[in-house]
């Protein structure tokens, strides 16, 4: 079935350095891969995604790019700001099959950034 | 604002009790999601209603039901209510079955079951 796994976190930087967070997957086909943020008591919110190899998302400073060789959508941002701590989740929407349409996440990645 | 709504926010019950969480979107979507978010574990897939008038199970259906009322609504059960089901239920609904458009999630329902 299908799979995803982030980096362990926490993660703690300071403001302005530089962010990555890996994901890799495990899929038949060719999912759509997304990374969702929540901030504290909300629900999530699609922060960007890619639906093809070689696509990259884009958002608010963030970036991914479809990886399919690595199978991998690692998320970067060059200078976090205290506002971007929140839990990112990596996701894919597994195509074709039984598994299309139904997100399979990644067990989240804490992100504290400190002034 | 449009999108999807969640009620009631929090909940506590006693076990065996039964409820209802409720979710309606605004959006037109014709796709609705239960999920439910417990600690290092991210978000698993309870029920899903791919459109009005079907509902499948996810990855984690047991001690669940759900009913897709209309095209704007998706409810899910509790009927006798565990502790092992305290969690945070969060609802979401997307345009078709499709990872295009992305997906729209409630704020969230935080559940205890004690």
């Known amino acids: 079935g299908n799979s995803v796994t982030q980096m362990e976190g926490p993660v703690t930087l300071s403001e302005e350095a530089f962010l990555t967070i890996n994901c890799t997957y495990t899929?038949?086909?060719?999912?759509?891969l997304f990374w969702y943020v929540q901030y504290p008591g909300e629900g999530l919110q699609l922060l960007l995604k890619?639906?093809?190899?070689?696509d990259k998302g884009s958002n608010k400073g963030f970036e991914a790019t479809y990886r399919k060789e690595t199978t991998s959508f690692h998320l970067e941002k060059g200078s976090v700001q205290v506002s971007d701590s929140a839990v990112y989740f990596c996701?894919?929407?597994?195509?074709?099959?039984?598994?299309?349409?139904?997100?399979?996440f990644g067990q989240g990645t804490i992100l504290t950034v400190h002034p | 604002n449009a999108g999807v709504t969640q009620t009631p926010k929090f909940q506590v019950l006693k076990t065996g009790q039964s409820m209802t969480l409720q979710c309606a979107q605004d959006?037109?979507?014709?796709?609705m999601y239960w999920y439910r978010q417990d600690p290092g574990m991210g978000l698993r897939l309870i029920y899903y209603?791919?459109?009005?008038?079907?509902?499948d199970k996810g990855e984690v259906p047991n001690g669940y039901n759900v009913s897709r009322l209309n095209k704007r609504e998706f409810s899910l059960r509790l009927e006798s209510a565990a502790p092992s089901q305290t969690s945070v239920y969060f609802c979401?609904?997307?345009?078709?079955?499709?990872?295009?458009?992305?997906?729209?999630f409630g704020s969230g329902t935080r559940l205890t079951v004690v």
């Open positions: 979401a609904s997307t345009r078709i079955r499709d990872g295009t458009y992305g997906y729209t």
């Open positions: 899929a038949t086909g060719y999912p759509s």
């Open positions: 890619a639906t093809k190899a070689d």
């Open positions: 996701a894919l929407d597994g195509a074709g099959g039984t598994s299309y349409g139904k997100l399979t």
């Open positions: 959006m037109n979507h014709n796709s």
């Open positions: 209603s791919a459109s009005e008038g079907t509902t």
